[in-house]
């Protein structure tokens, strides 16, 4: 509900601090005041502060900026959380939305006092309050609205979730058919190319670490003739003439001979020459194998550089490293298969999304009987409102038309509007085209009465719903609003004494002219202050006892 509306330098209003708070948490609240008091202005104010279009004339003459403040007390469910989490916005306990506009025409906006697009001001502020009798298409004058309003009240919730799931099916089984067909389509533009790549990668059979080995067998082989040359000068060192295994040997052979006449002073000696004789052996071994296997082998060398290449221009040819040949290989060998057996995959998906649309189709027509029979009973629940507020001959029409498939939606395939015919036989038209201001108001409210519990905003404004009509009329008016009160807080501008009567709440908006300046500003009525304003407004400018008296039984019979 809305809290507070704080308003500096704004028309005529140079400082005005309102608090709306009751103690239902709700209730009706009534504004009044004479003709060109300035009623409007708070209404234009409160529009700011919700994102209304802003113009440098709504500041005060005089002053450099005008700012309006509306403060709001919301549930926990409400859809305006959503949108702070979505915004990164603080999320409080009480949601504050500020907008000023400057002398120049330049203007900012707030939420929470932190800056933000005007944009976000007006999307939240269309769930916080609905502005009725301004002929602007929000609120139930918008179309879009219409069908979620029938919806709720006709308490389609699990028909509502049914079809969004069956279209979200629907959707889903769609576009997985338009991807296969597309890939399929794509795989038959390039069946020869994927044909011959696959021919070409399966000849060459790469691994994924083919480069890695070859490239270094490529340049084991390479250096193969200088490895050779050196082992073999080893081997020479080793073992040719005088080489140092020979020597070895032979030293070994004299002191061995020798080491039982030496009285154990050789034996040291001959443990050193046969281990130097038994690692010089082994060195020599070593040697010879690697001899064998450093032979340098021009063919082999060929072939390896032949498949390296061969690997790499394959690579560089798909635009791929010869590390991910192999799963290249892989992915258009699957792409032909699914290309050999495309016709049966296609006609599985296509079966799956026939068989998804039928479901929607059938969930949607379902939704559009229940929407028939709630719309049969709004229609009459609304019809039982028109009667009092001097709207007998009027009749109102919930119209349910069937789309075109292409535009069907997860709302279902019907579009839903509320229309109005005024005058008997008379054909309906939408709801906003009423051409009185007045009935159009009472109509709104007739409205809102039957859909009380429906839709975000907690908060309702009715401007001058009451506009020509008087006497019973004015008192049916009260009644509804009063009824709509217990659900939600109501705010209504209104020149009935019956509707002022009856509100649980009274402002009084007052225009103070003098010489050179002219200003208004807004008091919060006590019991007193009640009876006379009323007594005003059954009066005219004088107010006399009588007046106070029928005000009186006014305020006697709405307690």
């Known amino acids: 509900m809305l809290l507070s509306l704080s308003i500096r330098d704004f028309v005529l209003i140079e400082k005005l601090d309102l608090s709306f708070t009751h103690a239902s948490q709700s209730g009706l609240g009534a504004l009044t005041g004479e003709t060109g008091a300035g009623k409007s202005i708070l209404i234009d104010a409160l529009g700011l502060a919700l994102g209304a279009r802003a113009e440098s004339s709504a500041v005060r003459r005089g002053s450099a900026q005008a700012s309006v403040a509306a403060s709001f007390d919301l549930p926990k469910d409400h859809a305006a959380h959503a949108i702070l989490s979505e915004q990164g916005l603080d999320d409080e306990d009480v949601l504050t939305l500020r907008r000023t506009i400057g002398a120049d025409g330049r203007g900012r906006a707030f939420v929470n006092d932190q800056p933000a697009s005007v ?41 509502a979730a049914a079809v969004r799931g069956a279209w979200r099916g629907w959707r889903e089984a769609e576009q997985a058919r338009a991807e296969a067909e597309a890939a399929a389509a794509a795989a038959r533009r390039d069946e020869d190319f994927l044909r011959h790549a696959v021919k070409e990668l399966e000849t060459l059979a790469p691994k994924a670490d083919d480069e890695e080995t070859l490239a270094a067998e490529r340049q084991l082989l390479r250096a193969g003739t200088a490895l050779g040359e050196a082992v073999a000068q080893a081997l020479g060192e080793l073992e040719e003439g005088r080489g140092a295994v020979a020597a070895l040997r032979a030293a070994h052979r004299l002191i061995e001979r020798n080491v039982d006449k030496a009285a154990g002073r050789l034996d040291a000696s001959l443990t050193a020459l046969d281990k130097a004789l038994s690692e010089a052996t082994e060195a020599q071994a070593q040697l010879e194998t690697a001899q064998e296997s450093l032979e ?15 690997l790499r221009a394959a690579a560089r040819k798909h635009g791929v490293t010869v590390a991910e040949l192999a799963p290249l290989a892989e992915k258009m060998t699957a792409q032909l298969a699914a290309l050999d057996d495309g016709e049966a995959g296609l006609k599985t998906l296509a079966e799956k999304a026939d068989a998804a649309r039928a479901a929607y ?20 629940a609304v019809s039982t409102e028109l009667g009092p507020l001097k709207l007998e001959k009027a009749k109102f029409v919930t119209e349910l038309t069937p789309l075109a498939e292409a535009d069907w939606s997860e709302s279902g395939t019907d579009r839903v509007q509320f229309t109005v015919a005024t005058n008997p036989g008379t054909p309906p038209a939408p709801i906003g085209r009423i051409a009185s201001g007045g009935e ?20 309702i404004v009715f401007d001058e719903v009451d506009s020509g009509i008087g006497g019973a009329t004015a008192a049916a008016v009260g009644e509804r609003l009063k009824r709509l009160a217990k659900e939600v807080q109501v705010l209504v501008v209104t020149h009935s004494p019956q509707v002022a009567a009856i509100a649980d709440r009274h402002w009084l908006i007052r225009k103070t002219t003098t010489r050179t300046n002219a200003s208004t500003d807004v008091l919060s009525l006590d019991a007193k202050g009640r ?8 009066s005219g400018a004088e107010v006399t006892a009588e007046a106070r008296a ?6 006697a019979t709405a307690g």
């Open 361 to 380: 189709v059938a969930a949607a027509e379902a939704q559009a009987a229940a929407r028939r029979k709630g719309a049969a009973r709004l229609d009459k």
């Open 531 to 538: 009876r006379e304003e009323i007594a005003r407004m059954l």
């Open 296 to 310: 340098f082998d021009p063919t082999r060398l060929e072939k390896i550089e032949e498949r390296l290449f061969a």
């Open 440 to 459: 159009l108001s009472r109509f709104l409210l007739a409205l809102k009465v039957c859909l009380a519990k429906v839709g975000d905003a907690p908060t």
């Open 119 to 159: 944009a976000l001001l007006r999307r939240l502020g269309e769930t916080l309050v609905e502005i009725q009798g301004q002929m602007e298409q929000h609120g139930l004058l918008d179309m879009a609205t219409h069908r979620a309003s029938l919806d709720a009240f006709a308490g389609l919730e699990k028909q």
């Open 550 to 555: 029928a005000a009186d039984r006014l305020l």
